[in-house]
Protein backbone atom coordinates (compact mmCIF):
# COMPACT_ATOMS: atom_id res chain seq x y z
CA UNK A 1 0.00 0.00 0.00
CA UNK A 2 1.80 3.18 -1.09
CA UNK A 3 0.61 6.30 0.44
CA UNK A 4 1.81 9.44 -1.12
CA UNK A 5 4.00 11.86 0.73
CA UNK A 6 3.56 15.79 0.58
CA UNK A 7 6.39 18.09 0.85
CA UNK A 8 6.75 17.42 4.84
CA UNK A 9 6.75 13.85 4.98
CA UNK A 10 3.09 14.17 6.61
CA UNK A 11 0.90 11.67 4.45
CA UNK A 12 -1.85 13.19 2.47
CA UNK A 13 -5.44 12.56 3.42
CA UNK A 14 -8.35 12.58 5.93
CA UNK A 15 -8.09 11.56 9.63
CA UNK A 16 -10.66 9.58 11.57
CA UNK A 17 -11.90 12.26 13.30
CA UNK A 18 -12.41 14.45 10.17
CA UNK A 19 -14.22 11.80 8.40
CA UNK A 20 -16.76 11.51 11.62
CA UNK A 21 -17.33 15.14 11.87
CA UNK A 22 -18.42 15.01 8.31
CA UNK A 23 -20.53 12.59 8.73
CA UNK A 24 -21.97 13.78 11.77
CA UNK A 25 -22.73 17.00 9.70
CA UNK A 26 -24.38 14.81 6.66
CA UNK A 27 -26.76 13.21 9.13
CA UNK A 28 -27.83 16.34 10.82
CA UNK A 29 -28.59 17.69 7.48
CA UNK A 30 -30.43 14.45 6.40
CA UNK A 31 -33.17 14.19 9.54
CA UNK A 32 -33.60 18.05 9.14
CA UNK A 33 -34.46 17.98 5.28
CA UNK A 34 -36.78 14.73 6.09
CA UNK A 35 -38.51 16.08 8.51
CA UNK A 36 -39.36 19.17 6.53
CA UNK A 37 -40.07 16.80 3.51
CA UNK A 38 -42.57 14.94 5.49
CA UNK A 39 -44.02 18.58 7.22
CA UNK A 40 -44.36 19.57 3.49
CA UNK A 41 -46.07 16.12 2.77
CA UNK A 42 -48.46 16.44 5.41
CA UNK A 43 -49.64 20.01 4.12
CA UNK A 44 -49.56 18.95 0.47
CA UNK A 45 -52.36 16.53 1.84
CA UNK A 46 -53.86 18.75 4.14
CA UNK A 47 -54.57 21.69 1.16
CA UNK A 48 -55.91 18.68 -1.18
CA UNK A 49 -58.73 18.32 1.51
CA UNK A 50 -59.16 21.69 1.60
CA UNK A 51 -59.35 22.24 -1.86
CA UNK A 52 -62.06 19.36 -2.65
CA UNK A 53 -63.89 20.52 0.72
CA UNK A 54 -64.21 23.92 -0.72
CA UNK A 55 -65.32 22.46 -4.31
CA UNK A 56 -68.05 20.32 -2.77
CA UNK A 57 -69.25 23.42 -0.96
CA UNK A 58 -69.12 25.73 -3.87
CA UNK A 59 -71.25 22.59 -5.98
CA UNK A 60 -73.66 22.47 -2.92
CA UNK A 61 -74.47 25.77 -2.97
CA UNK A 62 -74.78 26.36 -6.69
CA UNK A 63 -77.33 23.41 -6.87
CA UNK A 64 -79.33 25.15 -3.76
CA UNK A 65 -79.59 28.30 -5.70
CA UNK A 66 -81.04 26.64 -8.52
CA UNK A 67 -83.40 24.69 -6.27
CA UNK A 68 -84.48 28.21 -5.05
CA UNK A 69 -84.64 29.69 -8.38
CA UNK A 70 -87.08 26.80 -9.62
CA UNK A 71 -88.97 26.54 -5.70
CA UNK A 72 -87.88 23.66 -4.59
CA UNK A 73 -85.71 24.22 -1.74
CA UNK A 74 -88.04 22.70 0.89
CA UNK A 75 -88.38 18.41 -0.02
CA UNK A 76 -89.86 18.14 3.84
CA UNK A 77 -93.13 16.56 2.88
CA UNK A 78 -91.38 13.47 1.07
CA UNK A 79 -92.23 14.90 -2.53
CA UNK A 80 -88.89 15.14 -4.19
CA UNK A 81 -88.56 16.87 -7.13
CA UNK A 82 -85.57 17.05 -9.65
CA UNK A 83 -83.64 19.82 -9.84
CA UNK A 84 -83.08 20.77 -13.27
CA UNK A 85 -78.96 22.19 -13.19
CA UNK A 86 -78.57 22.40 -16.46
CA UNK A 87 -81.72 24.24 -17.98
CA UNK A 88 -82.88 21.87 -20.56
CA UNK A 89 -86.19 21.19 -19.34
CA UNK A 90 -85.14 17.56 -18.92
CA UNK A 91 -86.19 15.34 -15.67
CA UNK A 92 -82.99 13.34 -15.60
CA UNK A 93 -82.20 10.52 -12.80
CA UNK A 94 -78.70 9.45 -12.49
CA UNK A 95 -76.81 11.11 -15.66
CA UNK A 96 -79.55 9.38 -17.27
CA UNK A 97 -82.94 10.33 -18.81
CA UNK A 98 -85.94 9.20 -16.52
CA UNK A 99 -89.21 7.55 -17.94
Known sequence: MD???NKRGKAKGFTLIEMVVVI???AVLSV????AYLNM?????IATLL???DALATINYQVYTKAVLQNQQ???DGNV???D????ALTTSLGTLAS
Open 3 to 5: VSL
Open 41 to 45: AKEAR
Open 85 to 88: LDND
Open 51 to 53: GAK
Open 81 to 83: KNI
Open 24 to 26: VVL
Open 74 to 76: DVN
Open 32 to 35: TAAS
